[in-house]
């Protein structure tokens, strides 16, 4: 089915932050990238092999290869840097989620860590996300399923900028440490108490609520299917999926941003009127 194909509207906003297709070696001429990158799509949205690509995308290992090349260049992860530059970051929610892998994936003993645990759930992995005031991802970390959530926050908060944040968590981020970091860096935690606290910390519970934003964003990264549940072996494949989804899903709300932009104006305009009854 050609619905998990990219539209033309979306193509347009994210050809132009691909390589070039003609690199003037010499050779059959390559599939064209939005081709190439409908195929990637397709994979990730449908959670099937790679050896089940539809024929019209090329040669499915064609595909495979430019996916590969294109996390060994660094281009997805670039362009999801690139996107993440436009975040909010008045308001950041960190979580994370764990995603089941197959039983075909294997937990590594040896070389490169796949990042795929071992517990009586069985074998899997957790994406740790950092979203911003919209719901959009900052920061993305990869880590084995049993690993605790606490660990990675402060290495997730490192490479943003959260002066002036308000950083939104839920009671599994209670550490102290975590707390002296947030305010050492000129940041406000909104992360309540853990139950049977000797002293409960101040919770703006209002604020609080906003933290559903990074339920959502992995609510749609599991949308689609090749991150749903953990098929690739290799770490960096599963992230190169990973982030190709967020890539889309800053994409497909670039819209949203701009009517929320709008609507946040109208509404400050709108408080600062008076308003006279005749």
Excluded at 146 to 158: G, H, K, S, T
Excluded at 197 to 225: I, P, Q, S, T
Excluded at 257 to 271: C, S, T, V
């Amino acid at each position: 089915s050609r619905r998990y194909e990219l539209t033309d509207q979306e193509w347009e906003q994210i050809a132009s932050l691909l390589p070039p297709e003609k690199t003037g070696n010499p050779g059959r001429p390559s599939k064209d990238n939005r081709t190439m990158l409908n195929g990637m799509v397709w994979i990730a949205r449908s959670g099937a092999p790679w050896r089940d690509l539809p024929e019209r995308y090329g040669p499915w290992n064609s595909v495979y290869s430019r996916f590969r090349k294109w996390i060994d260049d660094g281009i997805l992860d670039n362009i999801f840097r690139l996107l993440s530059l436009e975040a909010e970051l008045d308001e950041l929610s960190l979580d994370a989620t764990i995603v089941q892998a197959t039983s075909t994936v294997q937990v590594q003993k040896k070389g490169v860590p796949n990042e795929i645990g071992h517990s009586r759930g069985g074998a899997s992995s957790k994406i740790h996300a950092v979203v911003d005031a919209y719901g959009y991802p900052v920061y993305l970390m990869l880590s084995e399923g049993q690993r605790n959530d606490i660990n990675f926050a402060i290495p997730l908060l490192e490479h943003i900028d959260i002066e002036k944040s308000r950083v939104l968590a839920d009671r599994g981020y209670d550490s102290q440490n975590l707390i002296d970091y947030i305010y050492e860096k000129g940041a406000e935690p909104t992360i309540p108490s853990k139950k049977g606290a000797k002293f409960e910390r101040h919770c703006d519970w209002w604020l609080y609520k906003e933290r559903h934003l990074v339920e959502k964003y992995f609510l749609k990264l599991k949308g689609f299917r090749r991150i749903a549940t953990r098929y690739d072996k290799l770490a960096f494949t599963y992230m190169g999926f990973i982030c190709l989804a967020s890539i889309l899903i800053w994409k497909n709300n670039q819209k949203l941003i701009i009517f929320k932009h709008a609507l946040g104006e109208f509404m400050l305009n709108l408080r600062s009127m008076r308003f006279r009854f005749y």
